[in-house]
T-cell receptor, first 113, second 112 residues
Framework: ETGVTQTPRHLVMGMTNKKSLKCEQH?????MYWYKQSAKKPLELMFV???????ENNSVPSRFSPECPNSSHLFLHLHTLQPEDSALYLC????????????FGPGTRLTVT | AQSVSQHNHHVILSEAASLELGCNYS??????LFWYVQYPGQHLQLLLK??????LVKGIKGFEAEFIKSKFSFNLRKPSVQWSDTAEYFC??????????FGKGTKLSVKP
């Protein structure tokens, strides 16, 4: 256990559905991240939050909408996804933005049908 | 743009063989480098990291990595692998926004 939890662990959704992924960290960290892990591609950064403010949006389509209500929780709201969005979505946290170790959650395996 | 290259997609070794996984990064400034491991069905875990100082970094489970600035490399090594080392290994460099930029990963299969 890394102190970062993600729910659900698996999610199957249709292209017209709306769902949300949840991440919670119990480490007292101030920065949180969403990454996408697709087969045969490097982990891609999606969003970075520092002290609940979005710092980085790596040109992610608007069908992905992040929310960070406090420094312990991070959500990824999903709507009208495409089959190519099927991937493992990883949440991570770190003490702060910068050269700090990131702690990863187990991920949510998303399948879009 | 910063990037990380891992040259080996899949490495297959027998137990007790020595391991070296290549990693090259493209970034000319101060680098923070990481190796993460992902065991089957588990989350990414930090193996070791380099920020400054001794370029030979020792991590958990007998792994080490050497930072060679002139070669922009940070190769991962282990003298004698075990079956339990079967996993996927990711090299990463800290990006300009504080995020991590990962390589594509190297799958290691260790035959008992």
């Amino acid at each position: 256990e890394t102190g970062v939890t993600q729910t659900p662990r698996h999610l199957v959704m249709g292209m017209t559905n709306k769902k949300s992924l949840k991440c919670e960290q119990h480490l007292g960290h101030n920065a949180m991240y969403w990454y996408k892990q697709s087969a045969k591609k490097p982990l891609e950064l999606m969003f970075v939050y520092s002290l609940e403010e979005r710092v980085e949006n790596n040109s992610v389509p608007s069908r992905f909408s992040p929310e960070c209500p406090n420094s312990s929780h991070l959500f990824l709201h999903l709507h009208t996804l495409q089959p190519e969005d099927s991937a493992l979505y990883l949440c991570a946290s770190s003490q702060a933005i910068g050269g700090y170790e990131q702690y990863f959650g187990p991920g949510t395996r998303l399948t879009v049908t | 743009a910063q990037s990380v290259s891992q040259h080996n997609h899949h490495v297959i070794l027998s137990e007790a063989a020595s391991l070296e996984l290549g990693c090259n990064y493209s970034y000319g400034g101060t680098v923070n480098l990481f190796w993460y491991v992902q065991y089957p069905g588990q989350h990414l875990q930090l193996l070791l990291k380099y920020f400054s100082g001794d370029p030979l970094v020792k991590g958990i489970k007998g792994f080490e990595a050497e930072f060679i600035k002139s070669k922009f490399s940070f190769n991962l090594r282990k003298p004698s692998v075990q079956w339990s080392d079967t996993a996927e290994y990711f090299c990463a460099v800290r990006g300009s926004q504080g995020n991590l930029i990962f390589g594509k990963g190297t799958k290691l299969s260790v035959k008992p």
